[in-house]
């Protein structure tokens, strides 16, 4: 009796771990994939999209559709595709959405809804709006103008039973960590500040999140690019030929951008300089070059970061080391909006930066 009632606590006890470890993996949901690349990026591993056929992401009257099938079971959800009405079913925990081709009328949980762009069929693959989709099933989307990247993002949260279990622990862990952290910050603002800056160019916000990410890591200062004409949504435009990206990019004498200011505090300072930006066209956007030609980084150790969710960092760094022309400048690496302290933090100390 006891080693039948051993066995039975063993089994017991290996579901609950294995429960555990499906809750804890589940926290946090990040896909990624760029218009005209057959590949996605699913919690930071590349799979693709619709695997042996390489079908990419189109934008059809401003909108993205999709080969819909892996990204929403990715997302956890599940699809199916009725031949004879040409309809799709999405289903996803509770929630259903219904998209037939060629209609702009979509059902969430039967509830109509009208769509810009009506589903189609291209190369044989059914194609279905994205951001209708997943903002229905409450996940958040962000689109990268100019990667043209498509970010969809999920938090989970874990059970009520888990969380009331674990809250006490984290509080405590969380008050130990700011204390720690504001004794670390007391330490630091006694002495001359930090020694590490970090400089960006962000278009539309993405590669500003990310410097925010490395300078909080880092205990880092910021510095923005600012170009003195701003981009706006149309000049940021790729598949314009008239737009000012586009303008620039077939004349690169067009390319010399006037910034805000080219000058940063105290910057003498510093001896590890990081320095981000999109990626436009395989290099790094163009008003980075600006900053960078303008200044000396004689002593400096610099590392470039680019974002981008699909396109890696090029030729962007080392041409951007030759307009330089001064400073130690290191290998750079491609980040993405889903980058964490914790991913930073591990890259510094590769780099031997503490």
Do not use: H
Not at 171 to 191: F, L, P, V
Request: one cysteine or more; hydrophobic letters at 35%.
């Amino acid at each position: 009796m006891k080693k039948i009632l051993s066995i039975f606590m063993a089994v017991i006890l290996v579901l609950s771990l294995a429960v555990c470890g499906s809750a804890e993996e589940a926290e946090n949901f990040v896909l990624t994939m760029q218009i005209g690349s057959s590949t996605m990026t699913v919690n930071g591993t590349e799979t693709e999209i619709d695997e042996g056929r390489d079908t990419t992401p189109v934008i059809e009257n401003e909108r993205t559709l999709v080969p819909i099938r892996a990204i929403i079971e990715a997302m956890g959800g599940s699809v199916n595709w009725d031949s004879e009405t040409q309809t799709a079913e999405l289903t996803y925990n509770d929630d259903t959405i219904l998209l037939t081709i060629d209609s702009t009328t979509a059902y969430f949980n039967d509830t109509a809804s009208e769509l810009d762009t009506a589903p189609v069929i291209m190369n044989g693959r059914t194609m279905l709006p994205i951001r209708f989709i997943a903002e229905s099933f409450e996940f958040d989307v962000e689109w990268e103008v100019e990667s043209q990247t498509v970010i969809i993002r999920k938090a989970f949260e874990n059970s009520e039973e888990e969380s009331s279990e674990e809250q006490p622990e984290e509080a405590a862990q969380k008050e130990e960590t700011a204390a720690a952290e504001a004794e670390e910050e007391e330490d630091t603002s006694s002495e001359d500040g930090s020694n590490i800056l970090v400089v960006y160019y962000s278009a539309t916000g993405t590669t500003e999140g990310v410097a925010n990410v490395i300078a909080e890591a880092l205990g880092a200062d910021l510095f923005e690019i600012e170009p003195a004409e701003v981009y706006t949504d149309d000049d940021l435009d790729y598949n314009d030929d008239e737009s000012r990206v586009s303008c620039e990019y077939a004349d690169e004498d067009l390319r010399d951008i006037e910034l805000v200011s080219y000058d940063v505090e105290n910057w003498d300072t510093y001896d590890t300089v990081f320095i981000g930006y999109p990626i436009w066209w395989g290099i790094a956007a163009w008003p980075t070059s600006s900053f960078v030609s303008a200044n000396d980084f004689t002593g400096k150790t610099v590392i470039p970061f680019c974002t981008s969710a699909s396109s890696g960092m090029g030729s962007s760094g080392s041409r951007l080391e030759e307009a330089a022309g001064t400073g130690e400048w290191l290998d750079g690496q491609r980040l993405t909006a889903g980058t964490t302290a914790d991913d930073i933090t591990d890259w510094a100390s590769e780099l031997g930066i503490n």
